[in-house]
């Protein structure tokens, strides 16, 4: 379905970008030289940051892209070299791995539900407008996505060697992707199976290889988190973080700080943290990843837009999704599908969602 939906939505977009028989997006005047003629239609699925990852993949790394991780580009340039054209290969990648994720969460979230809720809370999750669009577009959300939920489905499986591979995976995807082995740290303690904590040191090491990496190419350790202050505060102005403004500012400059932010993020931290607060129903060790990832996320995302796409990607949260009524789910996918279809199209229109 989920691929149905995305071939039904690229052929309505395909139609409103084309004006006089001629496709173009605003992208396509910025970068006019950068996707290939002939595969025009590959601009449906590049806007923003996507635009960066096939770079890398063709020339490598340099200033200021560090903060964009390894894993995604080098699948790009694997695709890319198998198919002679890096931008096709961005968007092969980052289809399988949607897809592939989808079908991993369904396996897992059979593990704590039963089998009918556990395709209504797939359906859901996968129709979900900023998990949709992200992993539509040419983003490592799809990649960071599936390799994290294979990291804790084939760890409750009791396979632990091949779980620190894809917590490692997730490592290089998004750098807080490591936070996928405090859980696992955590049932291991609590179950007292202390000489299996071993296997942590893989995705550790992974996340090391990547540093190293960055000193012997840049002469710079945390030439990530510099080049991070580049995109946030040397190109884009600074970055809004939202705790950070608060608390800067303090509680007599509040209501002059928080004048110039969207209320609605407010209001969507907060059914966050409901959200995540429920998980530790389902499960206490994800509860543990949750907390401390959405924490994490709420006071270090570079623009506070920003974390309603990273939230959503907290795979527990989707766990607490219960439909037992497939008409209700139904109804909800029919609701989401066409909100999700315009956030893509609002990408597309140069619009910043995220």
Not at 6 to 34: C, Y
Not at 216 to 238: C, I, P, Q, V, Y
Not at 293 to 316: E, K
């Amino acid at each position: 379905m989920s691929g149905a939906i995305r071939l039904i939505g690229a052929v309505w977009l395909f139609e409103i970008f084309s004006q006089g028989g001629k496709f173009h997006t605003g992208w396509m005047d910025a970068n006019p030289n950068l996707i290939p003629l002939g595969t025009s239609w590959l601009w449906l699925f590049n806007a923003w940051d996507s635009l960066q990852f096939p770079l890398i993949a063709i020339f490598g790394y340099d200033h200021p892209n560090y903060v964009r991780l390894p894993a995604y580009p080098l699948f790009i340039r694997v695709a890319g070299l198998l198919t002679g054209n890096y931008w096709f290969g961005a968007f092969l990648v980052t289809q399988i791995f949607a897809l592939a994720s989808i079908v991993v969460f369904q396996l897992l979230a059979e593990d704590y539900m039963k089998p009918n809720e556990a395709l209504n809370a797939t359906l859901l999750m996968s129709a979900f407008p900023f998990i949709f669009v992200f992993m539509t577009l040419s983003y490592s959300e799809s990649l960071f996505f599936f390799s994290i939920i294979c990291s804790w489905y084939f760890y409750k499986k009791e396979q632990l060697f091949v779980s620190s591979l894809f917590a490692g995976l997730a490592s290089v995807t998004k750098i807080y992707g490591i936070l996928i082995v405090l859980p696992i740290i955590f049932d291991l303690v609590s179950l007292k199976r202390y000489a299996r904590l071993i296997y942590q040191v893989i995705p550790v090491s992974f996340l090391l290889s990547w540093v190293v990496f960055c000193y012997r190419s840049s002469g710079d350790f945390l030439a990530s988190w510099d080049d991070e202050k580049f995109w946030t505060h040397g190109a884009n102005g600074d970055g809004v973080r939202l705790v950070q403004a608060i608390l800067h500012h303090g509680l007599q400059g509040v209501v002059a700080c928080c004048s110039g932010l969207d209320p609605t993020i407010f209001w969507s931290v907060a059914l966050f943290v409901i959200v995540v607060a429920r998980i530790w129903q389902v499960d206490r060790c994800l509860w543990v990843y949750a907390v401390s990832l959405s924490g994490l996320l709420i006071f270090t995302a570079p623009f506070y837009i920003s974390l309603l796409r990273f939230l959503v990607f907290i795979f527990p949260i989707w766990l607490t999704v219960r439909v037992r009524n497939r008409w209700v789910a139904a109804v909800s996918v029919v609701v989401l599908v066409p909100l999700s279809l315009i956030v893509w199209l609002f990408a597309l229109q140069v619009t910043f969602i995220g």
